[in-house]
């Protein structure tokens, strides 16, 4: 049996070899390809099957999401006396884009930027015996350009979105009431409402610096290396895979799937894709997605709920992954995050997921979406864990009586 040291000194070879030969990996990039083209054939090595699939999006829609509703939202406020019904249009459209293609990663805006090819990376392992069950341990293998306000303010960031959101929502509801009144009520109800409304436009008003400080800082043109988010994960996938190639490793009853995907951080594009595909094939599978597993000062934990609380994973998920850590004697917290990854497009869809993440105190990682996010600043301890767990949470699965296999439940 290899020692915990070739284990790491393996992971962090992979990610010392992309970080060093390709480099930083924006979603649509000639790097992006490259890094997913790397695990195709390192999963070669070791994989039954292996698939390298092109997908398209629209990656350049992700900067617009935050800045073209700031943008409608100070144009609205400065139309909203003179062309009250245009006012209430842009307002309303920045509340869309806000609330379909930041929070919940529709993509209402994004065929109004150009089409780019990414690509989703996927690898099978069959068992040793018939399987009845499905697993899929997943990552994403593409990079996003550094934040400025969050690497100045951490979990800070979202007080500026709040900012920006509720300005959105408040102007909107206004420029409604405005539009309502100016066409039904008499003049007297107009002012009346004018008198109420006034003090909540001043505050509007004072919230435009702080919208134009998010519009200028809130993402960069200077991309990342990514080595914790996500080298981290995709380097424990890379050794699954290799662990997996021995016939003594493999599972009894668990065909098991290792999936990258692409575009992860402009909106789960990639995952959304290999979902819309496979839906069939998966949709009774346990999902394990790695992402950041690897920061400096951060702990385990195991995702309960995403986008500040408002998609639930897989309670069924969450609880065997805490069994696993447990009877391993691993640390692991659990709990939601601010953000999103992909086991929120397997959510959405009913399929059983949650994500393994490493996080501070304060629910973040000092190299999130920063130039520091490098593979100095990676912690081994977390890197074996998570290896320790995935390898665990597999003979979990495989040791599952078939008779207490049951299709996904989130109750």
């Known amino acids: 049996m290899e020692s915990r040291a070739e284990i790491i000194q393996r992971m962090r070879g992979h ?23 790397y695990i195709r054939d390192e999963w070669r090595k070791h994989a039954d099957h292996t698939a390298l699939e092109v997908f398209t999006c629209h ?109 959105s929502g408040l ?33 509007l008003v004072a919230t435009v610096p702080i919208q134009l400080y998010v519009f200028l800082r809130v993402i960069s043109k200077e991309p990342v290396l990514g080595a914790n988010d996500n080298l981290s994960g995709v380097a424990n996938c890379l050794e699954l895979a290799a662990q997996l190639s021995r016939p003594e490793n493999r599972p009894e009853r ?63 998920m969450v609880r065997r992954v805490e069994e696993t850590a447990r009877e391993q004697g691993i640390p692991l917290e659990k709990g939601p995050i601010i953000a999103f990854t992909d086991a929120m497009a397997f959510a959405r869809k009913g399929i059983r997921a949650t994500t393994l993440m490493s996080l501070d105190e304060k629910g973040m990682v000092d190299t999130y979406h920063s130039v520091e996010d490098r593979p100095e600043n990676l912690d081994d301890n977390l890197l074996f864990d998570t290896h320790r767990l995935c390898r665990a949470f597999l003979n979990h699965i495989d040791s599952i009586d078939p008779s207490d296999l049951k299709g996904p439940s989130f109750s």
């Open 171 to 203: 102007l909107t509801l206004l420029a409604f009431l405005q539009n309502l009144f100016s066409f039904t009520g008499p003049p007297s109800l107009l002012a009346g409402y004018q008198t109420i409304a006034f003090p909540f436009l001043v505050l």
């Open 254 to 316: 668990t065909t098991v799937w290792l999936v990258s995907f692409g575009c992860e951080e402009f909106g789960i594009r990639g995952s959304k894709r290999f979902i819309e595909k496979y839906r069939n094939e998966i949709e009774d599978a346990y999902v394990l997605n790695l992402d950041m597993v690897g920061g400096q000062g951060t702990r385990l934990q195991v995702v309960t709920k995403e986008e500040r609380n408002l998609i639930r994973l897989s309670p069924e």
């Open 59 to 167: 990656p350049d829609a992700y900067p617009a999401t935050f800045r073209l509703p700031i943008a409608l939202t100070i144009f609205s406020l400065c139309l909203y006396s003179l062309i009250p019904l245009l006012s209430f249009i842009l307002s309303t459209g920045s509340l869309l884009i806000l609330v379909f293609n930041l929070v919940l990663n529709r993509e209402l805006i994004d065929r109004a930027f150009p089409e780019k090819q990414s690509c989703n990376v996927q690898a099978k392992f069959a068992p040793r015996e018939t399987s009845d069950r499905t697993l899929i341990i997943s990552c994403h293998h593409d990079a996003n350009f550094a934040f400025p306000i969050v690497n100045r303010f951490g979990a800070g960031f979202g007080l500026f979105m709040a900012v920006v959101v509720l300005s």
């Open 15 to 37: 990610i010392r070899w992309i970080c060093d030969r390709i480099g930083p990996r924006p979603p649509g990039s000639d790097a992006e390809r490259k890094c997913a083209e």
